[in-house]
């Protein structure tokens, strides 16, 4: 392999040198605020796409918002940098693009001040759970952060402690993967992954209230949904029971991708098939993130210039 590069503080630096302090602040106290962000390979176009880059680098400056950070680049730069760093990496397979904003200085106490730091890494990555099967999930004994608390709605590295838990607590128990309830007991969302139901031919999706993380695959879900399948998409609160008695049901995020869910605390969600509607936003959303639905092309920003 040639030598994979990090962008970090401005610089493009071999991998084996990009090194942080022991003290750096976000190590210490978890004050970093991330993105995970997919490239597919296409193997007809030889070519690296890059799915829906700016709304993550958007989102990434929201977080930094809410978390006291003074974005070091503006989101065009952040896109420019990742662009010529994937180049430069020259993967030909779908690969994993990790930019971390994050509390750099050397201090010891947990206020938000200093400077922030900015790099990207990129990696190999496959199905970060099994998309083909249908999961067999649980609702976890674990709650939710609430937006009061660590916001799920800024994606801040500390908050990820929950997410290991969750989903630690899960497989250990036998699961694929596990829901996660509010304080007020309404569904959240996944461990690292927004959900959907379908009752009678809608989709049904947590608020944007109910403590997630605003995903961006639930976006291009619903505009899916709704723009070439003609479903309605309703976003509400989500009561625990109605898990038992819906048709179909499945998570999505940039590393769930879509992934059906077959069995929900035991028992069978529908007949226990991966569902029908299921299966066709799965089929679409490959097409689409590989760039092979022209309408769509525009979320998906090619590497290298073939
Ligand atoms: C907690 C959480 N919820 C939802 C998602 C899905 O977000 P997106 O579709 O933007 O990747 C993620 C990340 O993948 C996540 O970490």
């Not at 829901?179 to 959907?196: C, P, V």
């Not at 869910?261 to 569902?275: A, E, L």
Request: contains cysteine; glycine residues 8%.
């Amino acid at each position: 392999m040639t030598t994979q590069y990090v962008f970090m503080d401005g610089e493009f630096v071999p991998e084996e040198n990009a090194k942080i302090s022991v003290k750096t602040h976000a190590f210490l106290y978890g004050t970093s605020i991330f993105e995970g962000i997919r490239g597919y390979w296409n193997e007809d176009h030889k070519q690296i796409y890059v799915f829906r880059m700016r709304e993550h680098f958007e989102r990434m400056h929201n977080s930094a918002k809410i978390m006291h950070m003074k974005p070091p680049y503006s989101v065009k730069e952040m896109c420019d940098f990742t662009v010529e760093l994937v180049k430069k990496n020259a993967p030909q397979s779908d690969t994993y693009i990790r930019p971390t904003m994050y509390k750099g200085e050397c201090t010891i106490g947990p206020k938000l001040l200093g400077k922030d730091s900015f790099l990207v890494f990129t990696a190999p990555l496959g199905n970060y759970v099994d998309i083909t099967k249908g999961l067999s999930i649980c609702v976890s004994n674990w709650r939710r952060l609430d937006d009061n608390a660590i916001p799920p709605r800024a994606k801040v590295g500390g908050a990820y402690a929950n997410t290991a838990l969750i989903i630690t607590d899960a497989l250990k128990a036998g699961f694929d993967e596990a829901l996660t309830l509010s304080h007020d007991g309404h569904i959240t969302e996944g461990s690292a992954m927004n959900f959907y139901l379908v009752q009678n031919g809608k989709l049904i999706t947590t608020k944007i209230t109910d403590n997630i993380l605003v995903g961006i695959t639930r976006d291009t879900v619903k505009q899916m949904a709704e723009q070439e399948f003609g479903l309605e998409v309703i976003e509400r609160e989500i009561d625990r029971t109605e898990l038992y008695i819906s048709d179909e049901a499945f998570f999505c995020g940039t590393g769930a991708q879509v992934s059906p869910i077959t069995s929900i605390d035991h028992r069978p969600v529908g007949n226990g098939q991966i569902g029908p509607i299921t299966q066709k936003i799965q089929d679409l959303y490959f097409e689409i993130v590989r760039g092979k639905v022209e309408k769509y092309k525009h979320w998906c920003t090619p590497i290298y210039d073939n």
